[in-house]
């Protein structure tokens, strides 16, 4: 039964990285730039860090929930990154995201975008492995949606759409 589960599992997450290739082929994306820790020219550095997080439907299991990070953003506005954290029940976490990127200008404001990375998240642990989706020993895949104001000096302050689950706070400054 429990090598059932694992085997559904892997061919879940095998399945949705086919298709992530795939889709980036098709337009056109270059899905290993993220994994380049190489500097190219015009690429910008941020560090960020999360003071709150508010979950759509609290629990007596939550904790404090606190991020930092780092970004970078290329010419291409292709973005890649990590974040290290305290989830929802107070494990130790981190969000790899290689793929990545950030569409400026919405709406006709030039301090509004959207973000939207993909990427592998590790850190929901026994007993709260149910707690995110495809999770085998710790490790998902992960996405979020962020939406965000940048200010005359590149600092920012985002929500950052985590799921179902709750919406993050977070305040970025420029590194370069």
């Avoid at 399945?15 to 820790?37: E, H, K, P, Q, R």
């Avoid at 590790?122 to 149910?130: L, S």
């Avoid at 490790?139 to 590149?154: H, L």
């Avoid at 302050?157 to 370069?176: C, E, H, I, Q, R």
Wanted: net charge neutral; charged share 20%; glycine share 8%.
């Amino acid at each position: 039964m429990q090598n059932t589960t694992i085997q559904k599992q892997l061919s879940r997450i095998v399945c949705f990285l086919v298709l992530l290739v795939a889709s980036a082929s098709t337009f056109g994306f270059d899905w290993t730039d993220g994994f380049d820790l190489g500097k190219k020219e015009r690429d910008r550095y941020y560090f960020g860090i999360a003071p709150y997080t508010h979950h759509y439907h609290s629990s007596t299991e939550h904790k404090y929930v606190w991020l930092i990070g780092v970004e970078r953003e290329r010419a291409d506005s292709a973005i890649a990154g990590v974040t290290f954290f305290s989830n929802s029940f107070g494990q130790s976490s981190t969000y790899i995201y290689p793929w990545g990127q950030v569409y400026r200008d919405l709406l006709g404001h030039s301090s509004l975008y959207a973000k939207l990375s993909a990427g592998l998240l590790y850190g929901y642990c026994k007993p709260f492995e149910d707690k995110v989706p495809l999770n085998y020993n710790g490790f998902s895949p992960g996405a979020v949606a962020t939406i965000g104001w940048e200010f005359e000096d590149r600092k920012q302050v985002d929500l950052n759409f985590l799921g179902t689950s709750a919406v993050m706070l977070k305040f970025t400054l420029p590194l370069n």
